[in-house]
């Protein structure tokens, strides 16, 4: 599977975040080395308090790291200015999160749209786009209706249109089916799974969800804020397998 | 790494144009309206109560009282409010010099070859009243004479007299009411002379046949339908015009019949209250009528018959008055004014007169009010150049004390307090529950600058709109209490352009505060890592 000639997407050196609570000091990632290659699906897992989220925040460039770096697209986001990250938040990275953050007042398309209107789309375009997002997670007909409307899965697929709005290169997602049911949240990865495979997003998955294993193509084990082993799918595949069955 | 060269490929968010974060502004507003509203609310409170602070402050001005011609009063914290002439004594040569003429001078003159102004303004408000009452009076004479004679006739009627036939046929008594009730009368003494006769107090025939007679003849009165063999004995003779009947009787009939009378005669013969529309539609004079009512809506008419009595008397003393005053009328009203100017005693002089201003006193606002006339003297500043004012007929000075003042800038003081306060909690609360939705935006690539730009363009135009519902209501609230309990003068004294100052005050300090509360928690959400505003829950 290891192929030279495949670019990375996201590559993060030695990352170090410190959390100051206090007297104390809370190493929440000690040192991360990860390499993620274009189009690849990645999960990454981990326990509670792993560093999952933290990492999440870093590639994503919703926080700034302690030490080391960390590149998108070979672009070193610690030197870019508040304008350039912002771009980069708005085109480059879809985020997707467990509590869905949609804007409460907004109607599903209005929160679709939204990006679109940073990224200085023309309004009429914007909508035409929403509307062909929310077609696509299958909300063709929720188009306005508000957030608190919707259930947790319609919800979140709302979320997931907004993250391609402007067509971003990674779609990151926290922890996507953390505050859904088994079988909404299965509905999430394989709309998850079909993006990837269709539109050759990049995704990376924050989760404690065995189901996304099945999935993945890469998974990236963490434990106490470093990477325990990354594992190719083929190679867990069986564990999952036994897993599943052991629930059932 | 080649960093250099990748980060082209990065391109720079730009900021979106001020029209469309106004309609995002304006949208989030109409969208979260009932919060906004709450919002508003907080605002909306603290900038009414700043104006009614303010506007309380607009209305130090005092209403001038009237004063007598020729002098000033002064009134605050001075012993005692008093009454200053206002101009100093002109000497006769320089009266005659001014143009003011020779026998005018000679009724005013003083001893010491001096004579007072006031004297002759006096006088010419005297002319101008007594013309006025005279011109009333013979007005009133007009009406008086039409109704006089009948009035008296009536009114003479309720006192039970004899009245002669005559008489009430030229007061508009029909005849056949005049001559059955004189008949009627004539039988009465005829009875009262046959009971006169009777010992054992048993009626004769004759005395039942003359009462048959009386009731007869009492009906014929009242005009009631009778028959010939109704009548009792032969028919009497008609009596002339010099045969009498008593008053009591007339009342009777008008009681019980008055269509053939007007309200105010039937009034006056029965005694009754007559009322002031009805006594006008007859003929009295409108002021008459309201003056004999007074406070109420109702009189008598035996006040009436007197004022009508004193009607001369009065025309006489108001002719009288009249032409002694006419040789004011002569005076030229530019001489008057001249000498005016040329004597004005100024505020300095006043006030050395009234000589016990209290300790308290501020004098760094002494106020000079008169109808139209607003002057301020700042003594603390100018020193005695503050008092070169020259006073006018009739000015009103009030001199405050300084402890209303101390009060008032307190008063101001806290209620900007309240107002910060109040605000600035509404502000912070409305911005800081929106952390998340500011993280949130932020990540789908939301530039710091416009975010900030969004809350300050909502909370401006919530601000604004806040801040003038605020000031109306304020404004409003304490003009209506201060009208309702101190009176419609003070609000008629206040100026307008201090109220647009107000009015610019409140809106001023309500957006300052607005978007001063609104820019410290939206620039901090907006300056910190997405990470951690998502996080925040409030």
């Not at chain 1, 206090?22 to 990860?34: P, Y």
């Not at chain 1, 610690?78 to 938040?89: C, F, M």
């Not at chain 2, 505020?347 to 009010?369: G, S």
């Not at chain 2, 405050?400 to 009060?407: A, E, F, Q, T």
Request: proline share 4%; with cysteine; aromatic share 6%.
């Amino acid at each position: 599977m290891a192929n030279e000639k495949r670019e990375y997407v996201v590559r993060t050196k030695d990352l170090v975040k410190e959390f100051v609570m206090g007297d104390t000091v809370l190493r929440a990632l000690k040192g991360i080395q990860l390499d993620i290659y274009r189009g690849e699906y990645i999960s990454i897992m981990g326990p509670s308090g792993s560093g999952k989220s933290t990492l999440f925040n870093m590639v994503g460039g919703l926080d700034k790291p302690t030490s080391g770096t960390v590149f998108i697209n070979d672009v070193d986001m610690a030197q870019l200015d508040a304008q350039e990250l912002a771009y980069l938040r708005c085109r480059t990275i879809g985020y997707i999160f467990q509590s869905f953050n949609l804007i409460p007042v907004m109607t599903a398309l209005e929160n679709v749209v939204l990006p679109t209107v940073f990224a200085g789309v023309p309004q009429d375009e914007g909508i035409e786009r929403g509307i062909e997002l929310l077609n696509m997670v299958g909300l063709g007909d929720r188009l306005h209706h508000k957030p608190t409307e919707l259930s947790g899965g319609q919800q979140q697929r709302v979320a997931c249109a907004r993250a391609l709005a402007n067509n971003p290169a990674i779609i990151l997602a926290d922890e996507p089916t953390g505050n859904l049911d088994l079988k909404t949240g299965k509905e999430i990865i394989d709309l998850l799974k079909r993006l990837n495979k269709e539109q050759g997003v990049t995704v990376i998955s924050a989760t404690h969800d065995l189901k996304m294993i099945d999935i993945s193509d890469r998974i990236v084990w963490i434990r106490d804020g470093q990477v325990e082993r990354i594992e190719d799918r083929e190679d867990v595949e069986l564990r999952v397998g036994v897993m599943e069955h052991e629930e059932e | 790494m080649p960093n250099g060269s990748a980060k082209a490929a990065v391109g720079r968010q730009t900021q979106l144009p001020f029209r469309r974060a106004l309609e995002i502004s304006l949208k989030s507003l109409r969208i979260r309206f009932w919060r906004s509203m709450i919002t508003a609310g907080g605002i909306f409170l603290g900038i009414a109560f700043l104006t009614v602070v303010l506007t309380q402050s607009l209305m130090q001005w005092p209403v001038p009282e009237k004063v007598d011609a020729g002098y000033v009063r002064v009134s605050g914290q001075v012993n005692g409010p008093g009454d200053f002439s206002v101009w100093t004594p002109v000497k006769i040569e320089e009266g005659i010099k001014a143009g003011i003429p020779e026998d005018v001078i000679k009724r005013v003159a003083a001893e010491d070859g001096t004579f007072s102004l006031a004297d002759i303004v006096q006088g010419q408000i005297q002319a101008k009243r007594a013309d006025r009452n005279l011109r009333r009076v013979r007005q009133e004479a007009k009406g008086l004479s039409k109704i006089k004679d009948k009035l008296a006739f009536y009114v003479n009627a309720a006192t039970d007299a004899d009245l002669k036939v005559g008489d009430a046929i030229k007061a508009g008594v029909p005849r056949y009411v005049a001559r059955n009730l004189a008949i009627l009368a004539a039988v009465r003494k005829e009875l009262e002379a046959e009971l006169a006769k009777t010992e054992n107090g048993r009626e004769t025939k004759r005395a039942k046949r003359l009462r048959a007679e009386m009731d007869f003849y009492l009906a014929a009165a009242l005009d009631k339908n009778l028959k010939p063999s109704d009548a009792p004995g032969r028919p009497r003779k008609a009596p002339g015009g010099s045969a009498t009947f008593k008053g009591s009787d007339l009342a009777d009939v008008v009681r019980e019949q008055p269509d053939w009378i007007n309200p105010l005669y039937s009034g006056a013969a029965l005694d009754q209250e007559i009322n002031v529309d009805d006594a006008v539609r007859c003929g009295v004079p409108r002021t008459i009528a309201k003056h004999l009512a007074g406070e109420g809506k109702t009189f008598k008419a035996g006040p009436l018959n007197d004022a009508v009595k004193a009607h001369d008397t009065w025309m006489r003393i108001w002719q009288r008055r009249s032409e002694r005053n006419a040789i004011f009328k002569t005076v030229p009203k530019a001489a008057v004014a001249t000498l005016a100017r040329a004597h004005a005693r100024t505020l300095n002089d006043i006030l050395a007169d009234a000589r016990n201003v209290a300790e308290d006193a501020d004098l760094t606002n002494v106020m000079v009010v008169n109808e139209g006339r607003k002057v301020k003297a700042d003594f603390a500043r100018d020193g005695k150049a503050a008092g070169l004012v020259r006073l006018e007929d009739g000015d009103n000075i009030y001199v405050p004390d300084r402890n209303s003042r101390y009060r008032m800038i307190w008063l101001v003081v806290m209620s900007l307090l309240v107002c910060a306060v109040g605000i600035t909690n509404s502000m912070l609360m409305a911005v800081t529950e929106r952390y998340k939705e500011i993280g949130t935006m932020k990540c789908l690539g939301a530039l710091d600058k416009f975010v900030v730009e969004l809350f300050m363009l909502e909370s401006g135009m919530m601000g604004i709109a806040a801040s003038i519902l605020g000031w109306v209501v304020g404004f409003l609230l304490m003009v209506l209490l201060a009208g309702a309990t101190r009176g419609w003068d003070l609000v008629a004294n206040i100026q307008g352009m201090a109220v647009l100052v107000t009015f610019f005050e409140a809106i001023g300090i309500g957006l300052l505060l607005t978007l001063v509360a609104t820019i410290a928690p939206a620039k901090r959400a907006a300056d910190m890592p997405p990470a951690m505003a998502l996080r925040s829950e409030i």
